[in-house]
């Protein structure tokens, strides 16, 4: 079911008259249990099996965990979670990468393999459930957090249906405690929730779907050369679209989670004005970020071991990071660079740290542009859908297109992009520094009248199509 | 800075149920994860929301009293989930009628009804090519019914992955593909879009509005011709009306409309990354290609008894001249009739067909279309009695 949807605008005014009316707090937690399998089964009703057999897994994992004496039994039962959790996504997700691989690998030695082509259909949001799932046996493992002895706490925790399948990602332990005692109706959270809600559908329908997709996808699946300004042009609608798309999914998780009484974490903060890429993952998909960093990044030594090895690990890290985004190559090389961009950053900041021009506003403002840049260089791989579709944009951006190329975007297509890079840019340098929170609040009431109404009203006006979120097949 | 979760007022509320104290390590890494609410940022929310309510409510009323000053009525929209529902309906020995705008517009589903004995189910979608549903219903073991295929020469050969196939491969994925939301979603959309008028993303949604903004292109700029407007309503079995205001003789919508399909159908520049002489081979084994696969669809079907009959709809004046012109009978229909050995009706070759006028020279208006069905069934019974 998507936010976007008809459907989901039945489904969640239902869930809210059931949630808010009911008085046991047993019974409240039963409604948004069987409301998240409704809405999980809707895509597929089989994949809600899956999805209850993965938590259920974990959740007698934990207790084995908990229960373990000694190191080595504690080990070997985190093992067991790991591997559980990986095998699922590694067969459902990378099944066919891995054996395309093996059988180009085998070529390479001279044997001849055919694979069959395992016809699998990839679970909606199986990376982010997993790893919801998964962050309940690390933290047990990791000693912050103990079991819960409820599997309808750990299926909600695991399921919750704002969260479920574009993230954020949402640690059990953060949204197990929420669980514990009754939420009351407040109606400032609750009204604040609607807001954000539209707010994120406006990215959404409005800029992401109506107003960038069209060019960008056209660019990227133009089969001939293209000039250096259509190329670029499609570079910034896709950077547009996929900022708009998976904060905008976000922003409605949170809004929804909210209306209900949970609150959930920030997954972006104004990732556009970074300035670095180390600064730039602190704001962008903030959830994964932080997951990579404390399930992975900090036990692997993290930058706690000599720097030979700290920028091994990044690199390590946003492989995993870029390969967690799709089974292809292309996702791969996306997250190499950004760990080459770190690493080079990290260089950097050693030379320059003790020079005062380097934290000037000119040279900070520069830098700003710097990243964003080197991220859009990098959004190539992200969507293109194969290399030779990544080299031919490469080439159209930066003139190494011998003929010149062909022009294919309208004037009406080029200015809409360039208004809202721009507008996109402005806002998150003007934010950059604060929360979003914190900005609303400075705003006197007829202004957030006026561009609520505005955002509404362009979503009712935009008449979407119910396209699916980018972050979907993830 | 403040960091990732500053922005929340983090505090512990509740007793620690769940943690235990983190070490001084797991804090410097961000560690365990504390009780946190999220700021709501202080307003008067009751008011705005209520403010809010009233403005969008006055702001959709208005554009929909506009979006019917200017003529538009409550339809429903052609979409990938209205076509699926459509072919769900297909029975092993239904008639269906499949192609493009022109079966979609031409027939009517009450005349077919009275002289071929069963109600057909409306396959046709506009702009599309046929292949991908051909395909699919020689694909359904189960099917072994009557097909009545419209032919359009530059629709019924458009290669991979261009608009007219992408069209009818959304439709056929969907078959396959919907989901219960989307299923859903059709029934609950289909009673809003019989009662709201500007429901018509084609035609009166922003991206419709900000596509007709006169603002001209770089020279040599390859952009796509546009889309008619929005010129027929559609029913619930997706029986399409030409719009009275298209179907007035000359009027403007009309004359705009008629102008429209002659980029559509003007077959765009060969490639600039191709070489001429490889593009023209190209599209040529494209064509022989399509030519096999609907032999060889059609055979499937009519080996299992199933039949088919090809029309050859009216159209006329600047974009007739143009079809014939590009695509002469002699190079597409003719071959097609004579490989696959099935019967077509040429609405040319009989002069009670050929007396139509098409307002916006490629579809027939609603009464129009009555009249032509009934003079056609003759022809279709005679045609699927061989």
Known sequence: ?474 | MRSSISSFRERLRLPRLFFRRPSLEEQIHGGPPLEFERPIPPAPWRGIAVSVTIIVIAATVFWEMYARSLGYGPTLNDNEDLWTMARRKVQPESIVIVGDSRAWFDFDLDELQKGLGKRPIQLAMAGSTVWPVLSDLAGDNNFHGTIICSFVPMLFFAPPGSPPMERAEKGVKRLHSQTPAQRVGEYLGIPLEEHVAFLKPDDLSLEALLNRLPIPNRPGALVPPRFPPYFQTEDRERRARMWEKCAEPGSKLAKEIQQIWLPLFTPPPPPTYIPKDVFFATVKKGMEQRFADVIAAIEKIRGRGGKIVFVRFPHSGGLKELEDRITPRERTWDPLIQKSGVPGIYYSDFPELSNFDCPEWSHLTAGDSVEFTKRLVPHLQTALAR
């Not at chain 1, 459930?129 to 599997?151: A, E, K, N, W």
């Not at chain 1, 969260?163 to 604040?192: C, E, H, M, S, Y």
């Not at chain 1, 209900?260 to 920030?266: C, E, I």
């Open chain 1, 1 to 474: 079911m998507l936010f976007n949807s008809l459907t989901f605008v039945v489904f969640f005014v239902v869930v809210l008259i059931l949630f808010w009316s009911l008085a046991s707090w047993t019974a409240q937690k039963n409604v948004l249990v069987v409301a998240s399998y409704i809405f999980y089964g809707a895509w597929n009703p089989p994949f809600a099996a899956l999805l209850f057999s993965t938590t259920a897994m974990d959740f007698w994992l934990g207790r084995q965990l908990a229960k373990a004496k000694g190191k080595p039994s504690h080990r070997w039962w985190l093992v067991a979670s790991v591997c559980m959790n990986l095998s699922m996504l590694g067969f459902f997700k990378y099944g066919n990468f891995l054996l395309e691989n093996f059988q180009w690998l085998l070529a390479r030695i001279g044997v001849m393999y055919q694979p069959p082509h395992l016809d699998i259909l990839l679970p909606v949001g199986i990376s982010f459930y997993t790893f919801h799932s998964l962050s309940y046996t690390l933290d047990i493992y990791r000693g912050v957090l103990q079991p819960t002895r409820s599997l309808r706490d750990f299926v909600l925790a695991v399921s919750f249906f704002p969260q479920l399948v574009a993230g954020p990602i949402v640690r059990a332990g953060d949204f197990l405690p929420q669980l514990v005692r009754p939420q009351r109706l407040k109606t400032n959270q609750f009204l604040w929730g609607l807001a954000l809600m539209t707010l994120g559908l406006f990215e959404k329908v409005v800029l992401a779907d109506t107003l960038l997709s069209g060019p960008a996808d056209r660019i990227f699946n133009y089969a001939g050369p293209l000039v250096a300004m259509d190329s670029w042009a499609g570079v910034l609608a896709f950077a547009g679209q996929i900022f708009f798309d998976f904060a905008g999914y976000s922003i409605c998780a949170i809004g929804a989670a909210l209306t209900l009484g949970f609150h959930l974490k920030d997954n972006f903060r104004f990732p556009y004005a970074a300035i670095g890429f180390s600064d730039f993952w602190r704001r962008w998909h903030i959830s994964l970020s932080t997951f990579l960093r404390d399930y992975l990044y900090i036990p692997l030594g993290g930058n706690q071991v000599g720097p030979f090895r700290a920028a091994l690990n990044l690199v390590i890290v946003m492989f995993i990071g870029g390969l967690w985004h799709g089974a292809a190559w292309t996702f791969v090389v996306w997250g190499l660079l950004h760990g080459s961009y770190l690493v080079m950053e990290r260089v950097l900041r050693v030379s320059f740290e003790n020079k005062s021009w380097a934290s000037s506003p000119g040279i900070r403002v520069l830098a700003g542009f710097a990243t964003y840049g080197a991220v859009c260089v990098a959004w190539v791989f992200f969507r293109a859908s194969n290399f030779t579709v990544a080299s031919r944009m490469l080439n159209g951006m930066f003139g190494g297109h011998q003929n010149g190329g062909d022009a294919i975007l309208s004037t009406r297509e080029l200015l809409q992009i360039g208004i809202i890079t721009a507008g996109v840019i402005a806002m998150h340098w003007v934010m950059r520094d604060e929360s979003f929170e914190t900005t609303v609040m400075r705003l006197p009431a007829w202004a957030i009248t006026g561009i609520g109404s505005i955002m509404a009203f362009a979503i009712i006006f935009t008449q979407g199509n119910s396209n699916a979120f980018i972050y979907f097949q993830f």
